[in-house]
């Protein structure tokens, strides 16, 4: 796993089934300090650059690639998502993919990453078609079809909706994310395009109309409409924001690090 720091790393690999590899970071196991020890993997959040590309350095080591070999997007909140290759120009400043929030690839010779901090990372794998993607959905993204898209290009390189797996990795969660109307009517909206009933969420005790929204379940019942089987869906069930061990952009008032979701489809 590229070295003992590594060793909190949650491994998929058994899961999505050979070739492929795959893991959630959590925020052990780098050389960053202050807000965002240790294992920060964003340049956007004003933490030491060499610092960040230590931990992109041993982050890589885990799944056998190159740093500059890991693939991520730019991540604005949308629903846009890039088929792409080794050869795919990157955004300079951020060293990704400009104005995407998912990527997918049949290139063995990249992985591909995705950056989070309560939003919610997904992996994505067609392990037969030699298929894979990643997704970054916050409220916006996950209301806007970001999970629809990346299946969609999945499909148009031959996947199967029978076939994915999709890993949910850590992320804010109903006990802890509390939004307000506008984010609920958006949340309805696209229940009512899934053809499916809203979920009835708790009532915050803190404010007059807000709910504890459960942002990997808006994720969970796009996939199954997408005809993503329920025993290919794997929720890893962790909160970023109470339980220990992540960052988390509203615990930590917008001052901290981003952990990973990676996933490579290996040669053969």
Request: glycine content about 10%; some cysteine.
């Amino acid at each position: 796993m590229g070295g003992s720091e590594m060793t909190h790393l949650i491994r998929l690999d058994q899961w999505f089934g050979a070739p492929v590899s795959a893991g959630f970071t959590n925020r052990e196991g780098g050389v960053s300090e202050g807000n965002y020890e240790s294992l920060n993997l964003g340049f956007h959040v004003s933490d030491r650059e060499e610092d960040v590309q230590i931990n992109r350095e041993r982050v890589a080591a885990m799944l056998d690639v190159q740093k500059s070999d890991v693939l991520f997007g730019e991540q604005v909140h949308g629903n846009a998502v890039a088929v792409v290759t080794k050869d795919t120009p990157r955004r300079a400043l951020y060293d990704a993919i400009a104005a995407v929030d998912g990527l997918v690839t049949t290139d063995r010779r990249i992985a591909l990453g995705v950056l989070a901090a309560d939003c919610v990372p997904l992996l994505f794998a067609d392990a037969y078609a030699g298929v894979i993607g990643v997704a970054h959905a916050g409220w916006r993204g996950a209301t806007s079809g970001i999970v629809s898209e990346v299946v969609r290009q999945m499909l148009g390189l031959f996947a199967k909706p029978e076939r994915i797996r999709v890993a949910i990795g850590p992320a804010i969660r109903g006990c802890c994310y509390e939004v307000d109307a506008p984010v609920v009517r958006s949340a309805r909206t696209a229940y009512e395009q899934m053809g499916k009933p809203m979920p009835v969420w708790r009532r915050s005790s803190n404010h007059i109309g807000a709910v504890m929204m459960d942002l990997p379940r808006i994720c969970h019942d796009e996939l199954r409409t997408l005809g993503v089987k329920e025993e290919h869906i794997l929720d890893v069930s962790i909160c970023t924001s109470c339980m220990p061990g992540f960052f988390s952009h509203r615990r930590d008032h917008g001052t901290t690090g981003r952990q990973a979701g990676l996933i490579r489809l290996r040669g053969v």
